[in-house]
């Protein structure tokens, strides 16, 4: 069984940083392109950033130049470094084994983590 867990929400002021964690289980880690998603009250889940199984990345205009995705093979762990954080990043930040189509876009997989709170507020 797949499973996915996040870590490392919290509370942080606007212009601070963090470091979410998402650690997987029950499936071939390096087969998956990963990627982070993020909800907040009221909105659509959107995609924040997107990382190959060779380690190639994309991400959202938003988060362009504050957010940094990367994956531990490893470790079975996809990491997201958030910094100069704003309250329009306050959600709850999911994580996603998927794969890539032919075209080579992210198509996000069936399995979601639980789901870490972010707060960005002073």
């Known amino acids: 069984q797949v499973q996915l867990a996040e870590s490392g929400g919290g509370l942080v002021q606007p212009g601070g940083s963090l470091r979410l964690s998402c650690a997987v289980s029950?499936?071939?880690?390096?087969?998956?392109?990963m990627g982070w998603y993020r909800q907040a009250p009221g909105m659509q889940r959107e995609q924040v950033a997107t990382?190959?199984?060779?380690?190639?990345?994309n991400y959202a205009d938003s988060v362009k130049g504050r957010f940094t995705i990367s994956r531990s093979n490893a470790e079975n762990t996809v990491y997201l470094q958030m910094n100069s954080l704003m309250p329009g990043d306050t959600a709850v930040y999911y994580c996603?084994?998927?794969?890539?189509?032919?075209?080579?876009?992210?198509?996000?997989?069936?399995?979601w983590g639980q789901g870490t709170q972010v707060t960005v507020s002073s």
């Open positions: 996603n084994a998927g794969q890539l189509d032919s075209g080579m876009q992210y198509i996000a997989g069936n399995y």
């Open positions: 029950g499936t071939i880690f390096s087969a998956h392109a």
């Open positions: 990382i190959t199984h060779r380690g190639n990345t």
